[in-house]
């Protein structure tokens, strides 16, 4: 007997990877990894202390329209969680077919979180995913009508569990019993719940195109929007100057301080030439030096440059344009 699992990293996904195997049942244990979320360096080895196979599986550009128009709407922040579970779902149940596995099971706990985790939303998923009957919740099993798995005893349901809600007393006790010593905090950082990141996401939405590496831009530096075609990003230090140039592409403004420890900023967009002289502002304004004007050189696509010798931007302009704003 075979399953799929879904793994994030969390404890609670890796207990469900732990209660099946303790059933002698073999895992094939999914990770989806996307530009918000994934890829935790010690799931390996955890799921391989488990004896489950591990696979990483990218979600590509297909996820990002989830991103932009979930049907079933968004949680707190952008994390339209049940168009993403469905998403995973019907790819999980396309790698079962592929690989004979008899079911797929995930983490998720009754109750655990406000909008996905409802009794009437996992049916919902389980429905949308194609996957009815199939999908099986060890960790929350004996509070939900048995699966098909239960029904024919490829799992013994007695031997799963029946928590609801968000205490995780017996996801320690059983993190303990099972040897799981290292995972995620509940939510596994993904940036879609996180407001800030959010805020420069919803920035996108309205002003630019949804691209991974738009949203690699979104994870450094400072971000101003000066108009509605256009926004700087300055990096906060060494290593995200470092990290901006290499994200950058053909069309960019980039900025460099002369004569002063300053940071790297990149123009995106359409550059008037007020804006280029405001970016040199904001870039003077994180430029470390006494002087009252200072050099900015501003290299254009095509290869151009040019000096600039620019005041600092005042801090109220600065927190106007910043996003989020303050
Ligand atoms: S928290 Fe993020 S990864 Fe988890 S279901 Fe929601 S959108 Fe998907």
């Known amino acids: 007997m075979k399953a799929i699992g879904l793994v994030s990293g969390g404890l609670d996904s890796s207990i469900a990877v732990a209660l099946i195997r303790s059933q002698g049942i073999e895992v094939i244990a999914l990770n989806f990894v996307s530009p918000f979320f994934g890829r935790k360096g010690f799931l390996r080895r955890t799921m391989e202390r488990l004896g489950a196979e591990f696979r990483e599986v990218p979600v590509g550009e297909e996820y990002l329209e989830i991103v932009k128009h979930p049907r079933f709407g968004y949680g707190k922040n952008l994390n339209p969680c049940i168009d993403c579970k469905i998403f995973m779902l019907q790819r999980a149940k396309a790698i079962m077919e592929e690989e004979g596995a008899s079911f797929v099971f995930t983490g ?86 996180d407001p800030l990141f959010c805020e420069r996401l919803k920035d996108l939405l309205e002003h630019g195109s949804l691209t991974f590496s738009e949203i690699e831009l979104l994870k450094l530096g400072r971000h101003f929007r000066l108009h509605s075609g256009y926004k700087l990003i300055v990096g906060r230090d060494e290593g995200e100057n470092k990290a901006l140039l290499s994200l950058v592409q053909p069309g960019d403004v980039l900025f460099f301080p002369q004569g002063g420890k300053g940071p790297l900023g990149i123009g995106r967009g359409t550059a008037r030439p007020e804006d280029v002289h405001l970016s040199a502002q904001i870039i003077a304004f994180y430029t470390k030096n006494g002087a009252e004007k200072t050099p900015i050189l501003v290299r254009r696509s095509g290869g151009t440059s040019e000096i600039f010798e620019v005041p600092k931007c005042d801090t109220e302009t600065l927190v106007k344009l910043r996003i989020p704003k303050g």
């Open 108 to 193: 998720e706990v009754l109750g655990q979180r406000p909008k996905s985790q409802m009794r009437n939303t996992l049916r919902l998923i389980e429905k949308e995913s194609g996957l009815l009957g199939l999908l099986l919740r060890p960790l929350s099993a004996k509070l939900l009508p048995p699966t098909i798995p239960e029904v024919e005893g490829w799992v013994e349901r007695d031997a799963l569990l029946g928590i609801a809600g968000r205490g995780r007393k017996v996801q320690f006790a059983l993190a303990k019993r099972f040897g799981i010593e290292e995972y995620a905090s509940p939510a596994g950082g993904c940036l879609l719940t």
